[in-house]
């Protein structure tokens, strides 16, 4: 989990970006192509049932950009992803496989023409969000991950039991929860 700071960063990056201002956080900043650094994606049934016969085109012209704080999110300038390398190389492994499902949804969704983050929503309201929670969350059944699991997986230090519950009620499944 990051920290309140990086949680703190990262919500100041997505205002330094509405205010156009992001050339001043790209300072030692890299990036590069998305099967460079995500092998195997394109073979990803969660990922192909997000892009179809489109699969290979978009995985092999995403950009990748590499952040020192977050975890990843979706530029709603471009679509194109940022991640943040630290999380990558301590992070969980199967969270950040669910991640990374999450935000190619997102990167679908800015292809489409999608408000990727439409401030008239709360985050868990927000039908970006809950489709792509969906698809993360049908991956992790998919996988075997048990309801305790997945719920772990979904809530983030920002969200409220509460919050969790009304994302759970969103995504429209059936996950336990207090049950294993």
Request: proline share 1%.
């Amino acid at each position: 989990m990051a920290s309140w700071t990086e949680y703190f960063a990262w919500t100041m990056f997505k205002v330094a970006r509405k205010l156009r201002l992001t050339k001043l956080l790209r300072v030692g900043i890299s990036t590069g192509l998305f099967l460079d650094y995500f092998t195997g994606f394109e073979k990803s049934r969660a990922v192909r049932g997000i892009f179809g016969d489109a699969t290979d085109e978009v995985l092999s012209n995403l950009k990748v950009q590499f952040m020192w704080f977050g975890y990843m999110g979706v530029d709603d300038n471009d679509g194109h992803l940022i991640v943040n390398k630290s999380y990558l190389s301590s992070g969980d492994k199967t969270d950040i496989y669910l991640d990374v499902v999450h935000e190619l949804c997102h990167v679908k969704q800015h292809l489409d023409g999608k408000e990727l983050f439409n401030p008239r929503y709360d985050y868990v309201d927000r039908p970006t969000e809950v489709e792509a929670y969906r698809y993360a969350v049908k991956e992790a059944k998919r996988l075997g991950l048990s309801d305790e699991r997945i719920l772990r997986y979904l809530q983030t230090e920002w969200m409220s039991d509460e919050d969790l519950k009304r994302l759970v009620k969103n995504i429209g499944i059936d996950l336990h929860i207090g049950k294993n």
